[in-house]
């Protein structure tokens, strides 16, 4: 119901993603105390060949695309997201499996906490792409990311690390 909602406005106003998507619906306030927030998130698909898509995703390997802020009685409180422009595919080089690898494991932890860091067995690879920006131009480039769940105090979390899938010199300066 809450995509219905999101989907007319974003109709309406001529902001319908002209890419294809998959609406991911999820409850942004959890307290029963205040209205009911709910996060409509279109992320962006991109055909990689044979039929199969990868996901777009932000630095921390969540979906990215546009995303509409809809309330418990279906008002629109928010739309934001990025439009592309014209696009020109381009086929480059992919480093090797075994690095891509290499530097998941070797990734350091990105935390402000005190305390052990938890060990995390990686158990899942994804191919996903992620928009990097250089010279005031963003770019599609394709990434690994990779997740693996863990416990602290009793609290499943999950942890991302997402890797370039771009050999290393596959990409020149602008």
């Known amino acids: ?44 698909l991109i055909p990689i060949g ?10 921390n390997g969540d979906p990215s ?31 090797a499996a075994s690095t891509a690898i290499t530097a998941a494991v070797a990734a350091t932890p990105v935390t402000n906490e005190s305390g052990s860091v938890p060990v995390v067995r990686l158990t899942h690879a994804t191919l996903v792409y992620t928009t990097v920006r250089s010279g005031g131009v963003g770019y599609l480039e394709p990434a690994y990311l990779f997740t693996g ?11 991302r690390v997402l890797v370039p899938a771009l050999a290393p010199n596959a990409v020149l300066g602008p």
């Open 50 to 59: 044979g039929g199969e898509v990868a996901g777009e995703v932000n630095g």
């Open 65 to 95: 695309g546009a995303q509409v802020l809809v309330d418990s009685g279906g008002h629109i409180l928010e739309i934001s997201g990025t439009l592309p422009l014209a696009e020109q595919p381009a086929t480059y080089p992919l480093r």
């Open 149 to 159: 769940q863990f416990t602290r105090d009793g609290y499943r979390y999950e942890k």
């Open 1 to 44: 119901m809450r995509s219905a909602h999101a989907d007319t406005e974003l109709a309406r106003l001529g902001l319908t993603p002209t890419w294809r998507s998959a609406a991911i619906v999820l409850r942004l306030n959890q307290s029963t105390d205040q209205p009911l927030i709910y996060v409509v998130q279109y992320q962006r």
